[in-house]
């Protein structure tokens, strides 16, 4: 379970086209900005349950995940450091991540730094308020937004937004996900289900073609901003 929290928020990391970032907003808290498929407010809490699947063996696990504190992160510009404050993700209570959230006008904008002690932005990209099937993500490769559907997870119906990545992975990361693949190369797959006005529901991803190695539904959440939600 706990090499597996990783795989939740690598989207953030894995596949982006550039080495550095710099946000577009930093109004930290702003009423007029409102990130209605990844709620960004402090003290907004999800908990999932999750299933791995290894050949006949079903591993059950669960954890939570929670924008904890308010920190101040950096961006290089023309050889400076600008200075803004971002939400930190923790995982169980403990703030060991170096995941960030902000929300902006165009949505949630997911950030991750290239440590603690410098703190300045790595990658980012952004969760739209207004996605677009077919939609490519900004900043990624092999992300697209691939319409909408209805689903349930254990917290109940949700219509969602689905974001599909289907990739190919580098070396590094062939170590990681041997056994995660799609072929019997190196393509990955996997989806991600955001439902407006609640968050990230759910995760699936697939190894070989049709077989699902690892699924991820929320049972549970508690969040500040549901503005246009559509939990049912």
């Given at each position: 379970?706990?090499?597996?929290?990783?795989?939740?928020?690598?989207?953030?990391?894995?596949?982006?086209?550039?080495?550095?970032?710099?946000?577009?907003?930093?109004?930290?808290?702003?009423?007029?900005?409102?990130?209605?498929?990844?709620?960004?407010?402090?003290?907004?809490?999800?908990?999932?349950?999750?299933?791995?699947?290894?050949?006949?063996?079903?591993?059950?696990?669960?954890?939570?995940?929670?924008?904890?504190?308010?920190?101040?992160?950096?961006?290089?510009?023309?050889?400076?450091?600008?200075?803004?404050?971002?939400?930190?993700?923790?995982?169980?209570?403990?703030?060991?991540?170096?995941?960030?959230?902000?929300?902006?006008?165009?949505?949630?904008?997911?950030?991750?730094?290239?440590?603690?002690?410098?703190?300045?932005?790595?990658?980012?990209?952004?969760?739209?308020?207004?996605?677009?099937?077919?939609?490519?993500?900004?900043?990624?490769?092999?992300?697209?937004?691939?319409?909408?559907?209805?689903?349930?997870?254990?917290?109940?119906?949700?219509?969602?937004?689905?974001?599909e990545e289907i990739r190919e992975l580098n070396r590094?990361?062939?170590?990681?996900?041997?056994?995660?693949?799609?072929?019997?190369?190196?393509?990955?797959?996997?989806?991600?289900?955001?439902?407006?006005?609640?968050?990230?529901?759910?995760?699936?991803?697939?190894?070989?073609?049709?077989?699902?190695?690892?699924?991820?539904?929320?049972?549970?959440?508690?969040?500040?901003?549901?503005?246009?939600?559509?939990?049912?």
């Amino acid at each position: 379970m706990k090499k597996y929290i990783i795989a939740i928020l690598s989207v953030i990391i894995v596949g982006c086209s550039s080495n550095s970032y710099q946000p577009p907003c930093t109004e930290l808290d702003s009423d007029n900005l409102t990130s209605l498929y990844f709620p960004v407010a402090l003290g907004n809490k999800w908990s999932y349950d999750v299933v791995k699947y290894d050949g006949d063996t079903k591993v059950n696990e669960d954890y939570e995940l929670e924008l904890c504190a308010v920190d101040t992160i950096y961006y290089v510009k023309d050889g400076n450091r600008i200075p803004f404050e971002a939400y930190r993700a923790c995982k169980e209570d403990q703030q060991n991540w170096n995941f960030y959230f902000v929300k902006c006008s165009d949505g949630a904008h997911l950030l991750t730094i290239n440590d603690w002690y410098y703190k300045e932005l790595k990658s980012g990209w952004v969760i739209p308020n207004s996605p677009n099937e077919g939609d490519e993500v900004s900043n990624m490769d092999g992300y697209v937004w691939r319409g909408q559907d209805v689903i349930t997870v254990p917290s109940g119906e949700y219509q969602v937004w689905i974001l599909e990545e289907i990739r190919e992975l580098n070396r590094k990361e062939m170590k990681m996900h041997r056994d995660h693949r799609i072929d019997g190369n190196k393509t990955v797959r996997r989806r991600y289900y955001f439902a407006e006005g609640v968050g990230l529901i759910k995760t699936e991803e697939y190894g070989a073609p049709g077989v699902l190695t690892s699924v991820m539904e929320m049972d549970s959440f508690n969040v500040k901003d549901t503005r246009g939600g559509r939990a049912k």
